[in-house]
C-alpha cells in the first residue's frame, strides 16, 4: 500500500530537549516537504527536499532541520524545541515537477497521518 | 509570491443543504489549484484539483470546484451535504514555477448539523 508514514504520532516534551519526527515514503518520490499546521493559519511550509541530499527553507524554518540521506527518509529535527512549536506536523511527499508544467502524478503530494507535539 | 484566502472560517450547515466553500488567490503566473479535506484527528486527502482543461471539476463523493481566472477563485460547493461531510477543507495552490510547493489557505471549518 502506498503511504507516508510519520512517528511518533503524539509527543509531549520540555523545552531544550532535541527531538526527531520521521517520515518514510514507500512510493519512490523524488519531492518530500514537511509542514505545520495551526490554526487559522492551514498549513505552512517549513522544508521540503527535492531529491536526496537536496534540502531548502520553506516559509517558516527557523528552529528547525532536516536531512534527505536516503530517498524514502526525511526526518525533521528540532535541536532545542520551544513552546511555540507546538503544532501539528505533517510531512507529505509526490513525484518531482522538472518544469513548469506538472503532469497528474507529480501534482498530487500525499500527506503523512500527523504528529501532535506539545512543548512544554 | 502566491497566497489564498479563505473567506469563512467556520460554516455551520444542515444536513441535505447546499454548501460553498469560497477560496481565492493571488499568483502573477498561472496555477494549479486543489482543494484538500481533513476529517477529524486525521491527515489531510486530495479532495480535487484543476490542472488545466474544463475549468470545473468534480471529486467522486459530490463535491465540485470552478477554476474562474478572471476572479481568482476555486470555490468549492456541493448541493446536498452528508453529517459525514463534516471537516476542515483547505485550498492550495502550486505555481509552475515554484516547484512542488504547496500554499495553503487558512481552512473552512464545515460542520453539518441534523
Known amino acids: 500500500e502506498a503511504q507516508v508514514t510519520q512517528n511518533p504520532r503524539y509527543l509531549i516534551t520540555v523545552t531544550g530537549k532535541k527531538l526527531t519526527v520521521t517520515c518514510s515514503q514507500n512510493m519512490n518520490h523524488e519531492y518530500m516537504s514537511w509542514y505545520r499546521q495551526d490554526p487559522g493559519l492551514g498549513l505552512r511550509q517549513i522544508y521540503y527536499s527535492m531529491n536526496v541530499e537536496v534540502t531548502d527553507k520553506g516559509d517558516v524554518p527557523e528552529g528547525y532541520k532536516v536531512s534527505r540521506k536516503e530517498k524514502r527518509n526525511f526526518p525533521l529535527i528540532l535541536e532545542s524545541p520551544s513552546p511555540n512549536q507546538t503544532s501539528l506536523y505533517f510531512c507529505a511527499s509526490s513525484k518531482r515537477r522538472s518544469g513548469t508544467s506538472g503532469t497528474l502524478a507529480q501534482e498530487t503530494q500525499y500527506f503523512g497521518p500527523g504528529t501532535r507535539l506539545l512543548v512544554l | 509570491a502566491q497566497s489564498v484566502t479563505q473567506l469563512d472560517s467556520q460554516v455551520p450547515v444542515f444536513e441535505e443543504a447546499p454548501v460553498e466553500l469560497r477560496c481565492n488567490y493571488s499568483?502573477?503566473?498561472?496555477?494549479?489549484l486543489f482543494w484538500y479535506v481533513q476529517y477529524p484527528n486525521q491527515g489531510l486527502q486530495l479532495l480535487l484539483k484543476y490542472l488545466s482543461g474544463s475549468t470545473l471539476v468534480e471529486s467522486i463523493n459530490g463535491f465540485e470546484a470552478e477554476f474562474n481566472k478572471s476572479q481568482t477563485s476555486f470555490h468549492l460547493r456541493k448541493p446536498s451535504v452528508h453529517i459525514s461531510d463534516t471537516a476542515e477543507y483547505f485550498c492550495?495552490?502550486?505555481?509552475?514555477?515554484?516547484?512542488?510547493?504547496?500554499?495553503f489557505g487558512g481552512g473552512t471549518r464545515v460542520l453539518v448539523k441534523p
Open positions: 492550495a495552490v502550486s505555481e509552475g514555477a515554484a516547484g512542488n510547493k504547496l500554499t
Open positions: 499568483s502573477s503566473v498561472s496555477v494549479y
